[in-house]
């Protein structure tokens, strides 16, 4: 896939500057963190809406419910050179082979892109770079911006919002999408630039003058943050003010506390694991104390047990990593319900620390051991578990198709893994920051 986007990059680069309505296409990642990232940060959107908006009155706001799961991969040949030319040369474009590139990392699926890599960030602004340039066909100059699959667009009238809405509404259904109606809305002006409880949690005061006022300050923070996190759900509040605390200097008398809301805010909203663990460790290292373990204990059995259930990989994999990163022991309770999950990042992480010695009973593995027996694993979604589960000496099972398979026997043979069982550290990337909005940096997703 990273190969035919490389053949087709001088294309992509003049189509994703046809119009300029997308402040988050492609740019190179100077910082190395990522291939590319969005040409704007969150960050700055608010700044690009104090010099878009003056003058207008009214603001249209929506988003594609579902965008990256609902991209239909034969529309970016259509993208690319537009929908009647790529059918009646089907199978002819040059775009036809990124198409076939990406169905092949998802078993011939053409519905849905993959979630997280940096080829979702192209793929994403090749198809909406496309329906750009058909609104501003359809509705003239436009003022305002995209930011990846959110469109905020501002007119003098009412009439030009709506008209503007059903253009784009007619345009995303010829690209298979729609619009999410829980997330689209005509506002007048004035409006605020970027979200209320982003403005109410930085400009909230905390007194450095001593240990006390501090740690007091940012039981305050914790407090107010909470209550933000109530009134707006899934808007990542919490994260965020986990990440205001990280400059926040906080002496030994607070080092229990903040701990303490570290793992409340975790505890309330899962997602933001991350960059609490981050959190932690940071003052942790800074003040030279130590984690309080049975906190962290009790926190990571609960992500455990509540999420596995859910098929919730992400929160148990983060469970997971800080059970090994601080070499905390979990139950056998934890263990069957991890054994029972079909991700194979948890199967990894779970079968380290079994390994370690940290569950109070072995994890039961036949379920991970099937699927890397079966006909065909290293093609399916279980290529990674079958692969390095056999690397790392943790499960046989998968053993003779990679003898089998010249690709992996290749690997195999020069002593390639992808999981370092032996490097547990501070491994925290700066990816797991957050900024103005609440959202993980250079997320896509």
């Known amino acids: 896939?990273?190969?035919?986007?490389?053949?087709?990059?001088?294309?992509?680069?003049?189509?994703?500057?046809?119009v300029a309505l997308s402040r988050s296409w492609p740019s190179h990642d100077n910082s190395n963190e990522r291939a590319v990232i969005p040409r704007l940060s969150m960050s700055e959107i608010p700044g690009v809406r104090a010099r878009t908006w003056p003058g207008l009155r009214y603001i249209l706001s929506t988003d594609i419910s579902q965008f990256y799961a609902s991209i239909y991969t034969h529309s970016i040949p259509w993208a690319l050179h537009g929908k009647s030319y790529a059918k009646a040369n089907l199978g002819k474009t040059p775009a036809d082979a990124l198409d076939k590139a990406i169905q092949?990392?998802?078993?011939?699926?053409?519905?849905?892109?993959?979630?997280?890599?940096d080829s979702s960030l192209i793929i994403a602004e090749i198809v909406l770079a496309a329906v750009d340039v058909e609104l501003v066909a359809k509705v003239g100059r436009l003022v305002g911006f995209r930011y990846l699959d959110d469109y905020e667009l501002a007119f003098r009238s009412l009439a030009e919002c709506e008209h503007a809405l059903a253009a784009l509404e007619g345009i995303l259904s010829t690209f298979e999408l729609r619009l999410n109606p829980l997330k689209t809305a005509i506002d007048e002006v004035p409006r605020t630039l970027q979200s209320p409880w982003v403005s109410s949690l930085v400009r909230f005061p905390i007194r450095r003058a001593t240990p006390r006022q501090t740690i007091n300050d940012t039981v305050a923070l914790f407090s107010h943050a909470f209550e933000l996190a109530a009134v707006n759900p899934g808007a990542g509040v919490l994260k965020y003010a986990l990440q205001a605390c990280r400059n926040v200097s906080v002496a030994e008398i607070g080092?229990?506390?903040?701990?303490?809301?570290?793992?409340?805010?975790?505890?309330?909203?899962?997602?933001?694991?991350?960059v609490a663990f981050d959190l932690i460790d940071h003052h942790a290292a800074a003040l030279g104390q130590p984690v309080g373990k049975r906190s962290v204990s009790?926190?990571?059995?609960?992500?455990?047990?509540?999420?596995?259930?859910?098929?919730?990989?992400?929160?148990?994999?983060?469970?997971?990593?800080?059970?090994?990163?601080?070499?905390?022991?979990?139950?056998?309770?934890?263990?069957?319900?991890?054994?029972?999950?079909e991700d194979d990042f948890v199967a990894l992480l779970a079968l380290d620390a079994d390994a370690r010695d940290l569950f109070a009973r072995p994890l039961n593995t036949a379920r991970w051991a099937t699927f890397a027996a079966a006909p065909g694993a290293l093609k399916n979604e279980h290529w990674l578990l079958t692969y390095e589960a056999n690397q790392q000496g943790?499960?046989?099972?998968?053993?003779?198709?990679?003898?089998?398979?010249?690709?992996?026997?290749?690997?195999?043979?020069?002593?390639?893994?992808?999981?370092?069982?032996?490097?547990?550290?501070?491994?925290f990337t700066g990816?797991?920051?957050?900024?103005?909005?609440?959202?993980l940096r250079h997320a896509y997703i």
Do not use: C
């Open 298 to 341: 009790q926190l990571i059995e609960a992500m455990i047990l509540r999420n596995a259930g859910l098929g919730n990989g992400s929160e148990v994999a983060w469970a997971l990593w800080a059970a090994l990163h601080w070499n905390i022991r979990m139950t056998g309770a934890a263990a069957d319900v991890v054994s029972q999950m």
């Open 1 to 18: 896939m990273a190969e035919e986007i490389e053949k087709l990059w001088p294309e992509l680069s003049r189509h994703f500057h046809k």
């Open 394 to 427: 943790w499960l046989k099972a998968g053993g003779r198709a990679i003898a089998r398979d010249p690709f992996f026997r290749a690997l195999s043979d020069a002593g390639v893994r992808f999981y370092a069982a032996t490097r547990y550290g501070a491994l």
């Open 431 to 439: 990816a797991a920051a957050t900024v103005p909005g609440g959202i």
């Open 104 to 117: 092949r990392t998802q078993e011939g699926q053409t519905m849905g892109v993959p979630i997280g890599p």
């Open 255 to 274: 080092w229990r506390t903040l701990q303490g809301l570290v793992i409340s805010a975790v505890a309330a909203e899962p997602s933001s694991a991350p």
